[in-house]
């Protein structure tokens, strides 16, 4: 059974930094390209950034850009979220979702809480 | 960067009849959309990729359909554990890979 879970959420400052993870179990995880998406509290949900399965490559969405980086450790099955110069629009669930090779996202985490505050 | 449009916002229909989604594009995403489900304090849920496929385990009363910017989710029988929040989301055009802004069903 595929498993994600994701760790390190919790309230930071604003102007802050934190780094999230996530292990997977399951499934053979250096075969997938990863992501991180996002859901504000009673919002919809937002794409964060992406990993390919050998870390050649990561993209990121607009608002996270120079800001967030992206990594995996393929020997110790873990995807992780660098966080940094946090500001409260990025109070969110976070979760890992692994990619279907390439059509949608087929698992995901229960998800970690950020809250960034004063 | 795509736009993804559901309509309605809010669906609210009695069990044993038919729930059908909307979900539209700004640009042609030919077939590379997905549907997702979401329950209250849950990660959402693949249902449906490549517009039509059901996602493992996914009961056949679900079905998607549309190409290019018009897309469908349609729950032929409603049940009452189909409640929640469904979400269209498109990778043909990425980054970003993005979402629509969600249908809340009801159950009537």
């Known amino acids: 059974e595929v498993q994600l879970v994701e760790s390190g959420g919790t309230v930071v400052q604003i102007g802050g930094s934190l780094r999230l993870s996530c292990t997977a179990s399951?499934?053979?995880?250096?075969?997938?390209?990863m992501h991180w998406v996002r859901q504000a509290p009673g919002k919809g949900l937002e794409w964060v950034s992406l990993i390919s399965w050998d870390a050649s490559y990561s993209y990121y969405a607009g608002s996270v850009t120079g800001r967030f980086t992206i990594s995996r450790d393929n020997s110790n099955k873990s995807l992780y979220l660098q966080m940094s110069s946090l500001t409260p629009e990025d109070t969110a669930i976070y979760y890992c979702a692994k990619d279907r090779s390439g059509f949608g996202f087929d698992s995901w985490g229960p998800g970690t809480l950020v809250t960034v505050s004063s | 960067e795509v736009v993804l449009t559901q309509s309605p916002l809010t669906l609210s229909v009695s069990p044993g009849e038919r729930a059908t989604l909307s979900c539209r594009a700004s640009q042609s995403v030919a077939r590379d959309l997905a549907w997702y489900q979401q329950k209250p304090g849950q990660a959402p849920r693949l249902l449906i990729y490549?517009?039509?496929t059901r996602a493992t385990g996914i009961p056949a009363r679900f079905s998607g359909s549309g190409s290019g910017t018009e897309f469908t989710l349609t729950i032929s029988s409603l049940q009452s554990e189909d409640f929640g929040i469904y979400y269209c989301q498109q990778y043909n055009n990425w980054p970003p890979y993005t979402f629509g802004q969600g249908t809340k069903l009801e159950i009537k």
């Open positions: 490549a517009a039509s």
């Open positions: 399951g499934f053979t995880f250096d075969d997938y390209t």
